[in-house]
């Protein structure tokens, strides 16, 4: 059963269709999926407080209900360096339509995967696991599996990967976490098919997987039209 801080973001994001960054992090977070320290703030003074306190560089992105894919609108400068930077980054992102603040969030480093759900109208709730961030169009390596998801099948969805090799370790670099990787992927299918009748689909992309864990670097959740 939803608790009620799903249903607040639910109803909150219904106008306009899909749930914003920093609420779809906020969602994800509620289900303890790990999200990166992050401020979602529409004042310049308190983003530029919040890098300072969590250390430059970070990651600066618009928060817009009129833009749903920030990389194709400028909308996302993944290394800030400086107070004078993010300043002036702030001044161009409240140009952009609809403009609703920034997020300002701590950098991460690993393997960018994406993690994927859409509600197929034959099969229900489906996963997808594959090669993330934004080239994750060009290199088309993804597997698939209907929720709920148990570690036998996140296992068997890695091995699928023509990258697989990466995850493991490639030439000496270290392999990811699978131990966290299968703990966030059980959940993310659990609560695909929670909101099954709630939203069209859900992208975690990137997924940052280091040795040591994985971590939502980006999400959006499009909520069904009906």
């Known amino acids: 059963m939803l608790v009620q801080a799903f249903q607040d973001i639910l109803n909150a994001s219904k106008g306009q269709g899909w749930i914003m960054e920093p609420e779809a992090k906020r969602l994800l977070s509620l289900v303890q999926v790990e ?13 530029v407080f919040f890098a300072g306190k ?32 993010l300043r002036h980054v702030f001044s161009q992102f409240s140009r952009v339509d609809s403009f609703a603040g920034i997020l300002v969030e701590e950098r ?40 709920p998801l148990n570690e036998s099948d996140i296992r068997s969805m890695c091995m699928d990967l023509k990258s697989y090799p990466l995850l493991e370790g490639y030439r000496g670099s270290k392999g990811i976490h699978f131990g966290k990787l299968a703990e966030m992927m059980i959940v993310f299918s659990k609560l695909l098919m929670e909101l099954e009748d709630r939203v069209e689909s859900i992208d975690l992309n990137p997924v940052m997987c280091s040795p040591e864990n994985c971590v939502v670097a980006d999400a959006r959740i499009i909520l069904s039209k009906q």
């Open 35 to 47: 999200v990166p320290l992050f401020k979602w703030t529409d004042d310049v003074d308190e983003a």
């Open 108 to 147: 991460l480093s690993g393997i960018e995967l994406i993690i994927g759900g859409k509600m197929d109208y034959q099969f229900g709730p489906v996963v997808l696991l594959g090669m993330g961030g934004t080239a994750a169009e060009i290199y088309q390596d993804i597997s698939l599996r209907m929720a």
């Open 54 to 85: 969590i250390g430059y560089p970070v990651v600066a992105k618009v928060v817009s209900p009129a833009v749903v894919h920030k990389s194709e609108h400028g909308g996302v400068v993944p290394r800030v360096g400086s107070e004078k930077e």
